[in-house]
């Protein structure tokens, strides 16, 4: 029984590692709260789900290709709106608004286009079950852990050293003074919101070979990855523990807990951390790693 | 170290710029020699901020030109302008207050091509300023004010620039630093053959580093002289008041 919790922590949590660390991406950047990070989620799940199960490509193929389309939606929205937006100095509330109104926009037109009725990609081999010390657990979501923690140590060595993920920082950082040092902060921007949201795309993939495809799927690993990302001290190291906090305390809660208060556990969680430690992970966020 | 190029000359030719639709600069023609150091002053909204953001790309040129190395620039772009050696530090010394030392160095240098040259760089920078050497895993923002002041610089001149911008360095300073921190100007000026356009609001401390001067007044040069030429109290008044 204690097994089966564990696993499915480390499931929940690699769901919200994912979100969280594509939703990280582009906040960093940019700054607001980008609701239409839950929109890239689930069309990168559309996608892969009308390619797998309509078209009957490949699924390898569905998948890269639902990534791909979600990196571009990234792309246009922040080229189209936000870019346009942050020119003329909005503030980042009423980009929040403009991206929870593109959210409910592309929410409804997948509903449109497919319907509100649950519908799922018929991989069976994902489904296969191991027993994994005594606990269950299925092929894809091996494949869901196993990509949540090679991305995070892709995406830690590339903000790290490399140039562009350099200026993602310094954008972040100070997006007057990084532009002083050469860096184009818009396409900087542009380029955060693109990978964010193919990484977005990612795990909407990842969940819809685990879970049922709806147009809604995106919007609680959205507000999961939003509350690791505020625990997590807008740090990217933060962001991972927070999610790792988050998927443990879920699955642990329910001991005691009835299972209802799942999602509540969560956002008692973010009220402690905004009562008494408002700056989350951010001051020693290796150390806490180890929660 | 930079290489010291006699024909450095920065020039402004009927320069109009602007924030929105809000037209600051009216037409500013000004011109630097290689290792000069001038100094643009005047008040409040005279649009010498705006002035240097719009030569180094920071804002759109509306009209005018900008020459550099004798290169004709209408629409520069800050990474082209620090290409051709120049660079920016804007007003009071910002730097980025969440990092390092070292990873504020590693930002002012992250146009250099290799990893090596941001290493050079950073000696380059130790060199002039031992003290930030000592404070490398310090947070920017909790430096001292004329820590910040190198610190800023710093960020500019690990490129190794031959013209520098600066927008204010004394800005925050306080009064016994300020003429410090001019020194420290003037030096690098001095040391390494930099041509200098500097803004600043202490008149009197900038004029002795200064070799010209240009005054601004509602978008326009109202004064251009020799920094000698504002040294008696009365003509200073004059043209700046």
Not at chain 1, 38 to 49: D, K, M, R
């Amino acid at each position: 029984m204690n097994e089966q919790i564990i696993v499915n922590s480390i499931i929940s949590a690699s769901v919200v590692v994912l979100a969280g660390v594509s939703f990280f991406l582009p906040f960093s950047v940019a700054r607001f709260f980008h609701f239409t990070h839950g929109a890239a989620f689930a069309i990168g799940a559309y996608t892969a789900f009308v390619l797998a199960q309509k078209v009957r490509c490949n699924l390898w193929f569905a998948a890269a290709a639902g990534v791909l389309v979600s990196a571009f939606l990234g792309i246009i929205l922040d080229v189209l709106v936000f870019r346009r937006m942050q020119r003329t100095g909005t503030s980042a509330f009423v980009l929040l608004l403009a991206s929870l109104g593109a959210y409910v926009l592309l929410q409804n037109i997948l509903s449109l286009v497919f319907g509100d009725a649950a519908m799922s990609i018929a991989a069976t081999h994902a489904w296969k079950t191991f027993a994994v010390m005594g606990a269950r657990i299925t092929a894809a979501q091996v494949l869901q852990i196993t990509t949540a923690l090679i991305l995070v140590i892709i995406l830690r060595l590339y903000l790290k050293n490399s140039a562009t993920g350099r200026a993602m920082g310094a954008v972040g950082h100070d997006r007057f003074l990084a532009q002083c040092v050469g860096i184009s902060p818009a396409r900087t921007t542009t380029l955060a919101f693109g990978c964010g949201y193919g990484l977005a795309g990612l795990a909407g993939v990842l969940s819809a070979l685990n879970v049922d495809v709806v147009p809604t799927m995106g919007m609680n690993p959205m507000m999961l990855a939003m509350v690791a990302v505020i625990i997590g001290g807008n740090t990217f190291l933060g962001t991972v523990c927070g999610a790792l906090l988050i998927g443990f305390a879920q699955n642990f809660g329910i001991i005691w807990l009835p299972t209802q208060w799942q999602s509540a556990i969560v956002f008692i969680i973010l009220l402690f951390f905004l009562l008494l430690r408002p700056q989350g992970f951010s001051n020693r966020p290796v150390k806490k790693a180890t929660i | 170290m930079a290489e010291a190029n006699q024909n450095g000359i920065f020039r402004v030719e009927g320069l109009v710029a602007g924030y929105g639709k809000k037209q600051v600069l009216n037409g500013v023609s000004l011109e630097v020699e290689g290792g000069e150091v001038v100094a643009l002053i005047g008040h409040n909204g005279a649009g010498k901020s705006t002035l240097l953001k719009a030569v180094f790309g920071m804002i759109p040129i509306w009209q005018g030109e900008v020459y550099w190395d004798g290169v004709k620039r209408r629409k520069p772009t800050p990474r082209e302008m620090l290409h051709a050696g120049a660079a920016y530090v804007p007003q009071g010394n910002r730097v980025f207050t969440d990092l390092s030392v070292r990873e504020n160095l590693e930002m002012g240098g992250i146009t250099l091509p290799t990893k090596q040259a941001v290493r050079e760089g950073m000696e380059r920078v130790f060199g002039l300023f031992p003290a930030l050497k000592e404070r490398l895993k310090q947070r920017a923002g909790t430096l001292s004010g004329g820590e910040k002041q190198m610190l800023a610089l710093g960020n500019a001149l690990i490129l190794a620039p031959r013209l520098l911008l600066l927008d204010e360095p004394s800005l925050g300073l306080a009064p016994p630093l300020v003429s410090q921190a001019l020194g420290r100007v003037q030096q690098i000026s001095k040391d390494s053959h930099k041509t200098v356009v500097i803004v600043e609001q202490k008149v009197r401390e900038v004029l002795k580093i200064a070799r010209r001067v240009y005054v601004l007044r509602m978008g326009r040069v109202s004064f251009a002289g020799p920094a000698d030429a504002l040294k008696d109290e009365s003509r200073l008044r004059e043209v700046y008041l």
